[in-house]
């Protein structure tokens, strides 16, 4: 590998549901929930995955994983195109890429001991070679995670919330994974403790090396964790840019309602704050969607061409990409408003 190969290289990944229904099981829709999404993810990076409920983020996540077969498109990790592994091969590459889910609750098992929920992926991936190795290490992950490791015996009810997040954390981290995805891991949080779960995942990052695909519905939680976000919507991808262009400059009027939707700390500007109505109403169905750019029924700045014409993911400066017509000169010189507003 060279230094400028990427760690994860999607390319045009198309992930469609089929849909039968009636007595004979006939195909009756194709659920479109990741619909050519292409973007990279840098070794040591952080990329940021957001959209609203339904966008095909977690669909994204599953397929990069290589639990959910993709329809189209590749996935390439470290080189590796995995897009089509199998049995051993399949087997093999689940080690090095984990999964950190939303809900603590959910996710851990019941039965198990907390020794045990750590210490699986070691056994399931033969990573130590005897039963002490194999208590050593789940301890010493306890203590990475900030558990006490004395708490090995205990149960998952036994935890609050946060303390289960870290429990799902220090599993994923047992198998050495190349690259984490955490699928909303602080939405089912209080508040106050989705800070302590955020600068945990940092602390982690910048002592192991790691490397997050870190998936959120709204731009505030991202806000801190990631290097790098790309917005989604109706299994599309509609921007992608580092942190702070997007937060500074953001282009698509997507990203901008997004951003518009974050609370402001000053209470003169947050009694003042408008979220961009285009956010109100509903997510038009994956399973038919609008013709054009997936976003034009919502987009106050809608022209002909936004209905007619899916406008592509266009570079616009370096790192900083968007899929709107009104960045299109060609497409936008009659009916756009040029330059788009920022939210103020
Ligand atoms: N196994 C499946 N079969 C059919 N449709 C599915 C399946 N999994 C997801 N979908 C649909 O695909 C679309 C994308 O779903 P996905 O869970 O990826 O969205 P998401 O962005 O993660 O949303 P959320 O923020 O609610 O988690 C949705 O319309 C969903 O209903
Ligand atoms: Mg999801």
């Given at each position: 590998m060279t230094n400028t190969e990427p760690l994860l290289e999607v390319d045009n990944l198309q992930v469609h549901f089929k849909l039968h229904g009636g007595l004979l099981g006939r195909h009756q829709a194709t659920v479109r929930a990741v619909d050519g999404v292409s973007f990279r993810v840098d070794q040591g990076e952080t990329l940021g995955v957001v959209g609203e409920s339904g966008c095909g983020k977690s669909t994204t996540g599953l397929a990069v994983l290589r639990m959910i077969d993709p329809s189209a498109g590749s996935i390439r990790l470290n080189g590796d195109d995995i897009t089509l592994y199998k049995g051993r091969q399949l087997r093999r590459i689940r080690r090095r890429l984990q999964m950190v889910y939303q809900d603590p609750f959910g996710a851990l098992?019941?039965?198990?001991?907390v020794l045990d929920i750590v210490g699986e992926p070691l056994l399931v991936h033969k990573l130590t070679s005897d039963r002490h190795a194999y208590r050593k290490r789940v301890l010493e992950l306890l203590d990475l995670v900030g558990?006490?490791?004395?708490?090995?015996?205990?149960?998952?009810?036994?935890?609050s919330g946060g303390q289960r997040q870290r429990i799902g954390i220090a599993r994923a981290l047992a198998a050495e994974p190349e690259l984490i995805i955490c699928d909303e891991p602080v939405s089912a949080l209080d508040v106050s403790i989705q800070a302590q779960i955020i600068n945990l995942l940092e602390d982690l990052q910048s002592e192991l090396g790691l490397t997050y695909l870190f998936i959120a519905h709204d731009l505030a939680v991202v806000r801190h964790i990631c290097d790098r976000i790309m917005v989604m919507y109706l299994g599309q991808v509609v921007e992608t840019a580092s942190r702070d262009t997007l937060y500074d400059q953001p282009m698509h009027p997507y990203t901008q309602a997004l951003l518009s939707a974050i609370p402001v700390p000053d209470p003169r500007a947050e009694t003042a704050r408008e979220v961009d109505p285009s956010l109100q109403g509903e997510v038009p169905s994956p399973v038919n969607p609008p013709s054009g750019c997936p976003f034009h029924p919502r987009c106050?700045?809608?022209h002909d061409a936004c209905r007619e014409t899916k406008p592509p993911l266009r570079e616009?400066?370096?790192g900083h990409a968007v899929a709107c017509h009104l960045y299109d000169p060609a497409a936008s010189e009659?009916?756009?408003?040029?330059p788009v507003a920022r939210p103020a």
């Open positions: 098992d019941p039965r198990m001991r558990l006490n490791p004395k708490m090995a015996e205990r149960y998952p009810h036994e935890f106050r700045h809608a616009l400066q370096s009659v009916n756009a408003p040029w």
